[in-house]
């Protein structure tokens, strides 16, 4: 995170990130960016910065690889890509109800004003 003091004693945290989905087993797709944001994390949780509550905290992620490698039905498209209240980043693909899912990444933008 990048801490941007306010005037009125506050302070505006900037992260971004790319977090993959802990449903992967660790494992990064071939397409998972390493270099275009701050932090990589395989990890699956969004961190909060040292003492800082979280209770302003506003995510917008967006899902950035996966490997649809196995099986060999093509995605269909996203099936979910979130940040529950626990702070896990979950991101997966499906086939369009034929069971198939495939789990990948996000690049998650966090803003925290406290």
Not at 11 to 21: E, M, P, R, T, W
Request: glycine content about 12%; some cysteine.
């Amino acid at each position: 995170y990048t801490k941007f003091p306010q005037p009125n004693g506050k302070a505006l945290y900037v992260g971004g990130f790319s977090i993959l989905d802990t449903r992967r087993g660790g494992v990064a797709p071939a397409n998972f960016p390493t270099d275009s944001l701050t932090h990589v994390l395989t990890g699956g949780k969004l961190p909060l910065p040292s003492g800082v509550a979280g209770t302003s905290l506003q995510v917008m992620p967006g899902p950035n690889s996966f490997d649809a490698t196995t099986p060999s039905n093509p995605s269909h498209g996203v099936f979910e890509c979130l940040v529950d209240s626990a702070l896990n980043v979950k991101t997966s693909f499906d086939d369009g109800g034929a069971a198939h899912v495939w789990y990948g990444s996000s690049a998650v933008l966090a803003l925290l004003y406290e």
